[in-house]
């Protein structure tokens, strides 16, 4: 670390222990509460870092499960509960939140996950004389908003800093003591082969927000921890994250041990896009020797 300085302290708090003795109040165990009620008494200042915007990721039916599509990129759409609205994070499509499902017409919707406009929410509710402020693409929209939450947090207007991967690198505050990470194993369920590698670096670089000047603690809330990635990236052990993961990637073939290459094909017509995509599928598969694996189309 620049200057010789220590690495803050890493505390993994057990999701399932807080859960089963009761003491989780919204979605913060009580060792994340407490810490964050002597942090704030002693005048220091704290990160809050949940790598999900907007309210809740996604709102779902209670009885048949359906969820809002997004009518361009088919992925689900976001709820973001200041403007009242579902919207796409890929394309920025925008619609009205439905008063019924309109699979089966229940009125049973529900708001599900965790976003940083929740965790602001939530965390004001229960720590009211807390300041807090909220560093994402819906509050930084332009420089000069984001550089104002951020001057407001060093001139210590605000004491909570809650945010997404704004937060995570590149910033240094003496007076922050205390990082938080909340779902520290939501990136391992991303379904993709660098999803280790990622939340080894996420954690990595959000726990280096605390103690720049003083000495810090980084508090990881997880129902994961015995991963190896969070368990190595808790000891700041680079050199054994890296003879695990690179072990996987050699037995299972992947990067760096060979190349991926992906083939799209765009189409506002469904069946003939699948259609063509199928065909040069085939035709590859037909051509290419055994050194090559041709997988889809999907």
Known sequence: RYGGLEMPDIIVDDMRVERKRKTVNGSFGSLLLDSIKSTLEDKKQVILFQNRRGFAPRVECGVCHWIPQCVNCDVSM???KAQNILKCHYCGFTMSVPSQCPSCNS???KMQGLGTERVEEEMQAILPEADIARLDLDTARSKNSYMNILDKFRRHETNVLVGT?????????DNVTLVIVLNGDSSLNIPDYKS????FSLLTQVEGRAGRKKDGIAIIQT???DHYSIKYATNHDYINFYKKEIKIRKSLNYPPFTNIVAIRVLSKDYDLGFNDITRVGN???????????VLGPT
Request: hydrophobic fraction near 30%; avoid cysteine.
């Open 107 to 109: 009125t049973d919707l």
């Open 165 to 173: 991967q704004m937060v995570s690198k590149g910033l240094d505050f």
């Open 196 to 199: 280790a590698e990622r939340t």
């Open 223 to 225: 129902y994961n921890p």
């Open 283 to 293: 035709y590859l598969k037909s051509k290419l020797s055994n050194n090559f694996v």
């Open 78 to 80: 976001t709820y973001h």
